[in-house]
C-alpha cells in the first residue's frame, strides 16, 4: 500500500528566508509525486508534480521540488518565503494503472514571521 | 474554464440525520473523486467515480455513498450522521483518462454533525 509521511507538522520561517518541507512515501514501484497547498477556508490547489524523467521539478508560486528514489523523499523547497505562502501543504502519492486515489500526508502548516 | 464547484459550502445537521453534498467538475472532465479531511485523520480517500460508475473506493462505512450523472456532476450522501462525519469534504476531477492522476479539487463543502 502506498503511504506519505510528512516529518514536520508545523515550521516557521521569516519572510524572505529559504523554505525546505520534507515529503517520504513508501511505494512498491515509481509513485507519481504531488505536491498541494492549502490556504484558510479554501480547496487543494495543485504545486507541482513528479511522474517521470528529470527529478527536480519546478512548479508555480516559485516552489520546486526534487525526487530521490534513494531516499523515498519528495522535498519541496522556495529559496525566499513570502508572507502569502503562509498555509499547509500536503505531499501526496498515486499510483499509476489507473487508480485515482491519492493518499496524503498529514500536511505541513508554514507560520511566516515578519 | 471555470474550476471545480460544490455545493453547498456549509451544512449543519443534527445526529442521525441524512445529507447529500454536490460536485461539479470541470467541463470535459469524467472522473470525480472525493475525500474527507478531518484534523485527526487528515485527507483521506472516499471513492471515485468515472463515467458514473465508481471506480475506486477507499475504507468507509456503507453510509457514505455516492453517484455520477451523465454529465459527469456527482453527489456523495451520507447517511444516519454521526458526530465524526464532522468534516470538510473535497471533491476533485481529473480528464481520467491520462495514466497518472492530476486532480484539479474544489473549496469543499464544511459539514458540522451536532
Known amino acids: 500500500a502506498q503511504s506519505v509521511t510528512q516529518p514536520d507538522i508545523h515550521i516557521t520561517v521569516s519572510e524572505g528566508a529559504s523554505l525546505e518541507l520534507r515529503c517520504n512515501y513508501s511505494y512498491g514501484a515509481t509513485p507519481y509525486l504531488f505536491w498541494y497547498v492549502q490556504s484558510p477556508g479554501q480547496g487543494l490547489q495543485l504545486l507541482l508534480k513528479?511522474?517521470?524523467?528529470?527529478?527536480l521539478v519546478q512548479g508555480i508560486k516559485g516552489f520546486e521540488a526534487e525526487f530521490k528514489r534513494s531516499q523515498s523523499s519528495f522535498n519541496l523547497r522556495k529559496p525566499s518565503v513570502h508572507w502569502s505562502d503562509a498555509a499547509e501543504y500536503f505531499c501526496?502519492?498515486?499510483?499509476?494503472?489507473?487508480?485515482?486515489?491519492?493518499?496524503f500526508g498529514a500536511g505541513t502548516t508554514v507560520t511566516v514571521r515578519a | 474554464k471555470a474550476g471545480v464547484t460544490q455545493t453547498p459550502r456549509y451544512l449543519i445537521k443534527t445526529r442521525g440525520q441524512q445529507v447529500t453534498l454536490s460536485c461539479s467538475p470541470i467541463s470535459g472532465h469524467r472522473s470525480v473523486s472525493w475525500y474527507q479531511q478531518t484534523p485527526g485523520q487528515g485527507l483521506q480517500f472516499l471513492f471515485e467515480?468515472?463515467?458514473?460508475?465508481?471506480?475506486n473506493k477507499g475504507n468507509f462505512p456503507g453510509r457514505f455513498s455516492g453517484r455520477q450523472f451523465s454529465n459527469s456532476r456527482s453527489e456523495m450522501n451520507v447517511s444516519t450522521l454521526e458526530l465524526g462525519d464532522s468534516a470538510l469534504y473535497l471533491c476533485?476531477?481529473?480528464?481520467?483518462?491520462?495514466?497518472?492522476?492530476?486532480?484539479?479539487f474544489g473549496p469543499g463543502t464544511r459539514l458540522t454533525v451536532l
Open positions: 513528479y511522474f517521470s524523467g528529470d527529478t
Open positions: 476533485a476531477s481529473s480528464d481520467g483518462t491520462s495514466d497518472y492522476n492530476e486532480q484539479f
Open positions: 467515480y468515472f463515467s458514473e460508475t465508481q471506480r
Open positions: 501526496a502519492v498515486g499510483s499509476p494503472f489507473n487508480d485515482y486515489k491519492l493518499s
